[in-house]
Nanobody
Framework: VQLVESGGGLVQTGGSLRLSCAASGSTFDIYGMGWYRQSPGKQRELVAAIAARGGNTNYADSVKGRFTISRDNLKSTMYLQMNSLKPEDTAVYYC??????????????????WGQGTQVTVSS
C-alpha cells in the first residue's frame, strides 16, 4: 500500500489543522492505520490509531481531547483533525498502515508502510 499525507502547514497556537492520508495500491479496509510524529532530537511517537473497520481508536495522552482520528474506507483515506494546537505539537507527521489481524482493534504499534510525512508547525 502507498500512503500520501497532506494538510500540514504553519498555524498559530490554538489553531486547527486537518491532515489527510490517501492510500492506494491495496484494499484499504484491511489495514489498521495510525498517525505518528517526530520532532528534531526525539523518537517517532504514536499520536493516534484507528482499527481497519473504524470505531476503535487509541490516542497519546498528550493529544486526547484535542485530536480526532477518523477514516473513510470508501475513499481510502484517513484523517487527523487537530484542534487547540500547541507549539509542542510541532513535528513531521507520518501516516502508517499495518495489515490487521483484528479488523476491529486499533493497532498499538507501527506497521511497515509509511508515508513521506507532512510538516506541522505551531507558532507561539
Amino acid at each position: 500500500v502507498q500512503l500520501v499525507e497532506s494538510g500540514g502547514g504553519l498555524v498559530q497556537t490554538g489553531g486547527s489543522l486537518r491532515l489527510s492520508c490517501a492510500a492506494s495500491g491495496s484494499t484499504f479496509d484491511i489495514y489498521g492505520m495510525g498517525w505518528y510524529r517526530q520532532s528534531p532530537g526525539k523518537q517517532r511517537e504514536l499520536v493516534a490509531a484507528i482499527a481497519a473497520r473504524g470505531g476503535n481508536t487509541n490516542y497519546a495522552d498528550s493529544v486526547k481531547g484535542r485530536f480526532t482520528i477518523s477514516r473513510d474506507n470508501l475513499k481510502s483515506t484517513m484523517y487527523l483533525q487537530m484542534n487547540s494546537l500547541k507549539p509542542e505539537d510541532t513535528a513531521v507527521y507520518y501516516c502508517n498502515a499495518q495489515l490487521s489481524l483484528n479488523f476491529f482493534r486499533a493497532p498499538v504499534g507501527p506497521g511497515k508502510f509509511w508515508g513521506q510525512g507532512t510538516q506541522v508547525t505551531v507558532s507561539s
